[in-house]
């Protein structure tokens, strides 16, 4: 999409910052004669004083510098653009991947934990204690309970 941009610009300047001119022969090569004051021209057409032929020629000149100007411009106004884009993804990406490796270390740890968990604990050994403990309190209890009957 960038350089479908660029070239669209740059066709478009070329387009405005154009010097041609319309002709109104169709041969592709004009006439050219000096004249002093007072002589008759050879042939129809315009004629120009060298005031006028230095402005035009100086005209042209600007115009086409103004125009690689222009071109200038917007070639690096986009390339600035695209710089800044690519920068700012380039730094989305990373917080991104940083985000991403916190959460699975956070998980592995969590795992890692439970996993000792289940290891520490031997289950055999709270089964017998459990059992043990109970059995002595009901004895306990049914001792009380003959004694009181007595």
């Given at each position: ?33 000096f004249l002093n004051k007072g002589d008759t021209a050879p042939f129809d057409g315009t004629l ?33 653009k695209c710089t800044r884009d690519t920068k700012l993804l380039k730094s989305e990406l990373e ?41 002595a309190s009901s004895i306990a209890i049914f001792y009380a309970a003959t004694e009181i009957v007595?």
């Amino acid at each position: 999409m960038f350089p479908i941009k660029i070239i669209t610009i740059l066709i478009s300047l070329l387009f405005v910052c154009s010097t041609s001119f319309a002709q109104t022969t169709t041969s592709t090569t004009g006439n050219f004669t000096f004249l002093n004051k007072g002589d008759t021209a050879p042939f129809d057409g315009t004629l120009f004083d060298p005031t006028a032929v230095a402005k035009i020629l100086a005209d042209k000149q600007f115009v086409q510098k103004e125009c690689d100007l222009k071109i200038k411009y917007e070639k690096d106004l986009k390339e600035t653009k695209c710089t800044r884009d690519t920068k700012l993804l380039k730094s989305e990406l990373e917080i991104e991947k940083n985000k991403y490796n916190l959460i699975v270390s956070a998980q592995r740890e969590e795992i890692e934990t439970l996993r000792n968990l289940a290891k520490g604990s031997d289950s055999t050994f709270w089964a017998v204690m459990g059992f043990v403990v109970g059995s002595a309190s009901s004895i306990a209890i049914f001792y009380a309970a003959t004694e009181i009957v007595k």
